[in-house]
């Protein structure tokens, strides 16, 4: 059974930093495209960032390029997002999501966490 957990949310200010963390179990992990997503209220949920099992093929939605950085550890099955100068747009439910093959569609993606706060107060 795939699982995958998110850690890492909370309140933040504006100006300031959070590191999230997905730890993925029961898939092939370093074969497997693994995405942040987020979704704020009344929105769709939409790719932040997405890293290929390769490593080659990095994405990042252009209103968080520079800020946000993501990351993997296939020995550790387990893939970070570190946001940096949050904005309080930026505030929304984070999920992880796993697929094979980069996409930037939500509805692509074949695995999801649970997913984790993140507020950022102004």
């Known amino acids: 059974q795939v699982q995958l957990v998110e850690s890492g949310g909370g309140l933040v200010q504006a100006g300031g930093s959070l590191s999230l963390s997905c730890a993925a179990s029961?898939?092939?992990?370093?074969?497997?495209?693994m995405g942040w997503f987020r979704q704020a209220p009344g929105k769709e949920r939409e790719l932040v960032a997405g890293?290929?099992?390769?490593?080659?093929?990095?994405y990042y939605k252009d209103s968080v390029k520079g800020r946000f950085t993501i990351s993997r550890d296939n020995a550790k099955n387990t893939v970070y997002l570190q946001m940096n100068s949050l904005k309080p747009e930026d505030t929304a439910v984070y999920y992880c999501?796993?697929?094979?093959?980069?996409?930037?569609?939500?509805?692509?993606?074949?695995?999801w966490g649970q997913g984790t706060q993140v507020t950022v107060s102004s």
């Open positions: 999501a796993a697929r094979q093959g980069l996409s930037v569609y939500a509805g692509e993606y074949d695995y």
């Open positions: 029961g898939l092939l992990f370093n074969s497997y495209t």
């Open positions: 890293f290929s099992w390769s490593g080659f093929g990095t």
